[in-house]
């Protein structure tokens, strides 16, 4: 990174006996103007060193981008002199001087104590932004005040690393080494410097040097030092270790800051990891009932965000009840819309009802997924009386349930005919109060159907208007056709359908053709055929056909009959991409080998049938031209 060169440079510069004396006097000196000052940003470490002319400089800083980064770079640096200003008053004692801009102080340490500057260091490296301002004032220690290399001044330059902007582990460890070269103790600050240079900037080798260096000369490691292993796993992304970490500051008696804890919070909860995550906010709560800090609210809604988000509930109804009800944060609708769903999984009805009161209370129109959501929690506790009152409310708010809005209650009454019939008894005590949907009879009518068959659906049907006002629907015939196998019952429903003007759609069809190949006359299949093909929509053609399993009963009908229209759906079926091949050839041997007799050549036994004038051709012309088409598209 950009950061690294330029550490490494100014250190050898510094420390090494052949260090360009010129150079660093450009360094520390004076600018000769302010507007040649060359502003210290890692993207610009060249200027540092002095490896650029000012002519150069000049032409890459111009351009809107580079103008644009000028401007950045003077308003991070106004904030970082405003940041020091703020230390200086904290650290009275420290001369102002040393708690300036890297350049003011560069003509005004000749009449500064070098004690005071080595606590000016010590109070830097504590600092924010202060990287470069430690940098000059080793520099000038080593050439100006000719101090030798000791461990103060290493263990300073290690922490300016933590610079999340200019720092890198990478020079930590160089620093370490050359410690070592110069044979200069290593102390345990140096130790936890480094720590907390990895915890900025993640290096598993350099950490696990570090303790094993520290294990070696007998050094614990401090509840400091911890924090750091801790926040540096996390960068890692070592979670489980760092984990096993907090659970070990845990054991110990000591105290763990707070915003550890939600350092952990935020982590594991932005990767998913909701069983810990719930883990450590019930930990956290704990301890800030003990010491009176509080979780952030920012903490609650993110918790809430990524809980809901996933559909954690037991972490969704922890957060609801401690700060959702008592009023401390207030969830944006989607995600309320996810705890709605998340209640509604679980069926869990308070906190359902609280989600959609919560909607209710903004001027949110209710729609169908928001009452389909209380539905499912009824039905999964089987209170169908409730269940069916949620569709009486949903059509009195003018939204039209369907046969997908009550599918949880059907799951209910396919489970016992006991409850289809507890059902109806339902419908029927709510009609004096509500207008009961179409939706709500239809399911009813569906689980009848599955219990006690066709024949008591029929029934059922007739009876349609006594029960919702509004009559039957499209639905309705569908689940009545869904079963039917007679010719009459079918006419009887279509002709109920042309009466209330129920148009017809491809899946109504679809039911007519299947129903027509099952009677002895199929004439039928074909009439409802030919209006499917050509029925229109707002004048445009629908260009509707058969579904796979109907095409292969009607194929198969024309087949057994030898019936030469067999040849137009065949080949219409390969034009729509429906493959029926297999089954076409699987069942003309299957016809051929119960017409030939025992004995006797296949061709005689073919050419022996008698085709039916118009309607009909021989087997043996069908077989032949299938195979003559299965062989061509080869």
């Known amino acids: 990174m950009p950061g690294e060169r330029v550490a490494v440079d100014g250190l050898w510069r510094c420390l090494c006996p052949s260090v360009d004396i010129a150079t660093l006097s450009k360094l520390i000196g004076p600018p000769r103007s302010p507007r040649q000052r060359p502003i210290p940003s890692p993207s610009y470490d060249a200027q540092i060193t002095c490896r650029w002319s000012w002519r150069e400089y000049r032409h ?15 308003s991070f640096e106004e904030s970082r002199i405003q940041y020091l200003k703020r230390l200086a008053k904290r650290s009275p004692w420290v001369p102002g001087a040393l708690l300036r801009g890297v350049d003011a102080f560069a003509t005004k340490l000749d009449r500064i104590e070098t004690k005071t500057i080595y606590a000016a260091l010590k109070e830097l490296s504590r600092a924010e932004g202060t990287y470069w301002s430690i940098v000059k004032l080793v520099e000038y220690l080593v050439n100006e005040r000719k101090e030798k290399p000791n461990a103060m001044l290493y263990e300073s330059l290690i922490r300016a690393n933590v610079d999340k902007n200019h720092g890198s582990a990478e020079v930590a460890g160089q620093l370490l080494k050359e ?26 080798v350099l950490r696990n040097t570090v303790l094993f260096e520290m294990k070696n000369r007998w050094y614990s490691p401090t509840v400091d030092d911890l924090i750091s292993i801790t926040i540096g796993l996390l960068r890692d992304n070592q979670y489980e270790l760092a984990l096993e970490k907090l659970e070990e500051l845990h054991k110990n008696p000591v105290t763990v800051p707070l915003w550890l804890y939600d350092v952990f919070l935020y982590t594991f909860g932005d990767l998913g990891f909701h069983e810990e995550t719930f883990s450590i906010l019930k ?20 918790l809430l965000d990524v809980f809901s988000r996933d559909a954690f509930y037991d972490g969704i109804k922890y957060i609801w009840d401690r700060s959702v009800s008592p009023g401390y944060i207030n969830p944006p609708d989607g995600v309320v819309m996810n705890i709605l769903n998340a209640a509604s999984n679980h069926a869990d009805a308070p906190l359902a009802v609280s989600a959609i009161q919560m909607l209710s209370n903004r001027g949110k129109k209710l729609e169908l997924h928001h009452y389909e959501a209380l539905i499912d929690i009824h039905a999964q506790e089987k209170d169908l009386r409730k269940a069916f009152t949620i569709l009486c409310i949903m059509a009195k708010a003018d939204l039209r349930p369907d046969l997908s809005t009550t599918r949880s209650i059907f799951r209910i009454l396919r489970e016992s005919s006991s409850e289809t019939d507890r059902a109806l008894e339902v419908l029927n005590d709510l ?7 179409t939706a709500a009879f239809n399911v009813v009518l569906e689980a009848t159907e599955a219990h006690y068959g066709f024949k008591m659906a029929s029934d059922l049907y007739r009876n349609v208007r006594q029960v919702c006002t509004a009559g039957p629907d499209l639905e309705t015939y569908h689940i009545l056709l869904r079963h039917c196998t007679m010719r009459k019952s079918m006419n009887f429903l279509f002709a109920e359908m042309e009466a209330l003007s129920i148009e017809p759609t491809q899946t109504t069809y679809d039911h007519l053709i299947r129903i027509s190949c099952m009677q002895d006359n199929y004439e039928q ?33 024309c087949i057994q009959a030898e019936d030469i229209r067999v040849q137009d759906l065949i080949e219409e079926c390969r034009k729509r991409g429906m493959s029926i091949d297999a089954e076409v050839q699987e069942w003309l041997e299957d016809v051929q080998k119960q017409k030939e007799p025992a004995g006797t050549d296949i061709s005689v036994s073919v050419e022996d049938l008698s085709p039916k004038p118009d309607t009909a051709i021989p087997l043996e012309a069908i077989h032949s031209q299938h195979l003559n088409a299965m062989s061509s598209e080869e």
């Open 431 to 437: 009609k004096s109060q509500y207008q009961v949907p």
């Open 525 to 557: 299949a074909f009439h409802f055929l030919e209006k499917m093909r050509t029925i229109r929509t707002a004048g445009l053609p629908n260009d509707w056909w058969m579904s796979r399993d109907v095409a292969l009963a009607l194929v198969r009908r």
């Open 60 to 74: 890459i800083a111009t351009g809107p981008y580079n103008e644009r980064r000028r401007k950045e770079l003077e």
């Open 179 to 204: 410690m070592e070269k110069l044979g200069i103790p290593t102390t345990p600050q140096i130790y936890q410097a480094v720590l907390e240079v990895t915890a900025v900037h993640p290096d598993y």
């Open 283 to 302: 930990h956290r709560l704990r301890v800030a009932n003990i010491s009176s800090e509080q979780l952030s609210s920012n903490a609650w809604q993110f």
